[in-house]
């Protein structure tokens, strides 16, 4: 829903989706607060410059049923001075991917911690979704793919039937458990891709380490590895492989959770073809979290610049981020 509510504070939005996003502003007190916190969001990330065309688009969602819709990220974005030409451009790209989520873990009656709010997320043989879940993380859901999230005390919890690439928020003092018929995952902050078609599974690590617990086995799987459960309920490892292939279902969606700048800077040319320099070493560090869906370069880029605070250029398909 963020990204309705994107498209009618641009003034981008079709004569349907209008009425839907009316319709579920008038269902909640809730979700016209969470309306007016984006409203509030986009009128400090938006600032366009008068002088400059608007550019940017704002990716469909496609139809989500939730049976509750989920607490809505806060977002909080750093400036920092860059060419006047990427002003809006960037303001569309920070809002679109709601940078820098700064998320606050509900809390039930008694003051105790629930865990996550209770949604489902169910799409069809066309579709994918992109969920903001209420402790920062952020999961796009493949096509043909259901993720149910349920309040555990103490504990973040989802099950999942089909696919999913996940980017978990960090949380040692609560590991964020994926659970399947065929096997769970558990992470503490990390990104990966899982699929689940009836009793056999597949892990794909991208960033971190990830424990896969299936038929009393525990193995662990660290970034450039795959692994599978078939049948049999035992848990095999490959080696370092290139999984770019087994990842291109997501389409144009590319996310980072507290990523390394050095480290967003090696994935932006390697999605984009373009160079990326970080002159100084004291930005390499930085890190990103940041989630962005059918963006340009320049858009990611420069979001990206605004993000850690650091100046940007961009020329000739060389790109720099400087302190």
């Excluded at 992109?130 to 993380?137: F, I, N, R, V, Y």
């Excluded at 848990?235 to 507290?258: H, N, R, T, Y």
Aim: net charge neutral; glycine share 8%.
């Amino acid at each position: 829903m963020d990204e309705l509510i994107l498209a009618a504070l641009q003034e981008r939005i079709a004569r349907d989706d209008a009425m839907r996003l009316e319709s579920w502003r008038l269902a909640s007190p809730h979700n016209e607060a969470h309306y007016q916190a984006m409203a509030r969001i986009w009128g400090l990330a938006s600032r366009p410059d008068p002088l400059e065309p608007r550019s940017g688009t704002v990716p469909s969602l496609g139809k989500l049923r939730s049976r509750r819709f989920m607490r809505g990220p806060r977002s909080k974005v750093a400036y920092s001075g860059w060419a006047r030409g990427a002003r809006w451009t960037a303001a569309v790209a920070a809002a679109a991917a709601i940078l820098l989520l700064v998320m606050r873990q509900p809390s039930g009656a008694d003051g105790t911690d629930t865990g996550f709010s209770a949604s489902e997320f169910v799409t069809d043989q066309a579709e994918m979704v992109t969920a903001s879940l209420d402790d920062g993380s952020v999961v796009r859901l493949a096509p043909e793919s259901r993720l149910r999230v349920a309040p555990v005390a103490h504990r973040r919890e989802v099950w999942l039937d089909g696919e999913a690439f996940f980017a978990v928020a960090r949380d040692s003092a609560r590991p964020f458990t994926v659970r399947t018929r065929a096997g769970s995952v558990e992470v503490l902050g990390t990104r990966f891709d899982l699929r689940v078609m009836g009793d056999e599974l597949r892990l794909v690590v991208t960033e971190g380490k990830v424990a896969l617990v299936s038929g009393g086995h525990r193995l662990h799987v660290v970034a450039g590895q795959i692994a599978h459960v078939t049948g049999d309920g035992v848990p095999v490892v490959e080696g370092a492989v290139k999984v770019d292939s087994l990842l291109a279902w997501a389409g144009d969606f590319i996310v980072f959770q507290s990523t390394p700048l050095h480290r967003v800077a090696r994935e932006l040319e390697s999605r984009y073809g373009v160079r990326v320099l970080l002159p100084d070493s004291s930005v390499a560090s930085r890190t990103v979290t940041a989630w962005f869906t059918n963006q340009s370069f320049p858009q990611v880029f420069h979001a990206i610049c605004r993000a850690v605070d650091a100046h940007c250029s961009l020329r000739d398909n060389v790109a720099s981020i400087e302190p």
